[in-house]
């Protein structure tokens, strides 16, 4: 490796800096070239130890810098999250890159399509790792997505917990009531939904590992008779519900199929149903970045409110309440990182260092572009257009003595 | 008048029966000729008491309903908001009426488009009739938008009063904090905001007569030092400010003017802004009845919300908050209506018995379509997407003593 500043090294770096823009970030080339912007004390620096990978970044930064962080000839030294939050805007828009970005991202869009066959490949890569990897950075219950804060000095667990009845109360869960889920988890929800409840609950799952170990977990709590996890693609639903809902699927049902969804929920609601949608979103329509949907989450798509609206208008549902939960979320992954990093040993040891640099990557990364504010966190509740049996506010979710009950009188007095 | 069921009667109830379906009312024709559905008790007997009518009603009923309840020679017995209620649904989806009304209601987007000269024309039709009319029907503030019930029996007054809370709470109105107000009508919301939250606003609006009245009202609170009503577009807005609001305006923009509206607003929102849009909106894309184009609100277009989402795309703003309010529209339009018919006598002396069936049906038309679902009620809240200076939760919208105060520990909360 070079140590004397080159002329190639300038010239790169001259270009990179003109691709990033005035970002308070210091890069240091390979050969020991370095940029900064003058003026402004960096937030970190980024080293580039390999003359290839500063190409390669140059074409799809999304792509390489991923790739360069795992293999280890990218090196940040500065806060990870507060890094990626100062490097991730400039680059998600940087005109030189976006039609090969573009090109490459319908590419992996068709290769990731999420046929009954692709969703379960895709799927498969992500959570059937096993369980013991999760349990070292999540909370105790296994929640694998936004948790939701009470007050900011909540703890993860409870802020889990809270967001599990956070939904249920959107969606005026009865005891009895008969409760489809799509996508499920390690089982957190649907456990939740018939321990503290009463409900009946159908939950659906393509993945292999987390459907075993949702079951043996109703088992050993006695709710198998409650709970039903069921390894199969949300197509396959069957039935009639007074509820549907999904917490942290549609990300991977893709946007082609989101007239199947809407099917499902028409076909499986009965006109007094009700469902709720909690999904990663966006603000503009943008495919994920190439390096996640390569290396994290195949056949991903985020989606913005107007592309998830076409889920509801397919079918005439009403959208009765919507929530922008986009600062917890930023919050949970901060938790999670910070439980990732003092695991990291253990992630090694269990799948060596590349994968242990990869998952920070994306755990801080994601925590980075909730926190700058493009990704966002999607609270859906709806109902069938016709259904009138619905309370009048949403004083119930906050306010727990005035939650309605089954026959309560608001619902004698729609005019 | 024949009053001897004819062949041409029969016929035509006929038809009118296969257009209108089993809905459970008595149609009776100028020739006395009934169609009723066998072994289901009607809700309403409505009688067509012109033979060309029941022809026009065929080739066009949103419109020649409309227009010979006006004339008198379509009458209705039982309770109106009933009977339409019952009627609309199967009228709105009428493939042998759809194509002919699909032309229509081109011609009449085309004809009523919302130019600057337009809309002046537009609003100028509705919003300036004489508040003295306004003022039999609507409540002592004159708020002329859809309210917001705390409990069911909250009386009208206190419930508009309570819609202009939750709007301030909702955008976590300060004192001191610039408002600006597109589609003001009498004033009531600025005012309230000026006087119960210390805002400086700027309302902007139309409707000559509209601000005429609010000025006045201004002055004679000794408010006019804090908001100012201007008689202009809101494509002329200019300024810079912390909240933009609009209740009841989208309506009336019209949608290829969405984008000149995204502009706007993104125009005079500083980077902590935030704003809120309360409009009248649908599940599904469908052009307003041609009736009430053409009589009641030209130029008007009621959104799904997937047409909303194109003003917050346009400009990455960040959807916080969404809530769907249309069971208060419902009940907020029988209150009117129950007002407007203790002062019909009144009604029709000024404005003469046609105009006082027109409004009549509008009122009534419209308490049903929200009761039926065809029309919701949506209330938006958004802000830039790099505001993180946002609360972490509505709390503060439920729980007055949980609202967060300028430079709060919320603020400083984000990870």
Known sequence: MQTQPSMLGRWLARKLRSAVGDVPIRFVLWDGTETSVPGIAPVATVRIKRQSGVAKFLVD??????????????????DLVSTLTTLYQPLGVQPFTRRASGLLAEWI????????????????????????????????????????????????EDAQVAKMDHVCRKVLLHSGERVVEAGSGWGALALHMARRYGAIVRAFNISHEQVTYARARARREGL?????????????ISGKFDVFVSVGMLEHVGRSQYSDLAGVIHRCLDQDGRGLLHFIGRNCSRPLSSWIRKRIFPGAHVPTLREAMEIFEAWDFSVLDAENLRQHYARTLTDWLSRYEDSIERVTGMFGPEFARMWRLYIAGSAAAFR??????????????ANNALPWTRDHIYLADRAPRRGSPWKAAMP
């Open 61 to 78: 930064p999304e792509l390489w810098f991923g790739d360069g962080y795992t293999q280890g000839w990218i090196e940040v030294e500065g």
């Open 109 to 156: 869009t068709w290769k990731q399509r999420n046929s009954p066959d692709g969703s379960r490949r895709n799927i498969h890569h992500h959570y059937d790792l096993n369980a013991d990897f999760f349990r070292l950075w999540l909370d105790s219950q296994l929640v694998y997505t936004g948790a939701y804060f009470p007050s900011p000095d909540s703890s993860l």
């Open 224 to 236: 198998d008779g409650q709970v039903e996890f069921i390894e199969d693609d949300y197509r396959n």
């Open 372 to 385: 700058a504010g493009s990704l966002q966190l999607f609270q859906i509740t709806f109902a069938c257009s």
